[in-house]
């Protein structure tokens, strides 16, 4: 849910000050939701164990999108 406000937090920012670290934060996020939350959506509905393995590649997205994210915000602040 977090990650979700964040992305929210990244377009308005970037719709305010564009920034190439913006638009890299915005999509490592995306990335991260979608590779995260669907391998562990796809896990619970199909079974299919090796789905799992892709979760902390979402995570890895997680966490470039927030240092992204701080980066701009730290060299526009």
Request: glycine letters at 16%.
């Amino acid at each position: 849910m977090y990650h979700s406000l964040g992305l929210i937090a990244v377009g308005l920012l970037a719709h305010l000050r564009p920034s190439p670290l913006l638009n890299g934060a915005g999509w490592a996020l995306v990335v991260g939701i979608v590779l995260f939350s669907g391998s562990l959506y796809a896990l619970a509905l199909s079974g299919v164990r090796v789905l799992g393995a892709i979760t902390p590649l979402g995570g890895v997205g997680f966490l470039v999108g927030w240092v992204l994210f701080a980066l701009a915000a730290w060299r526009q602040g």
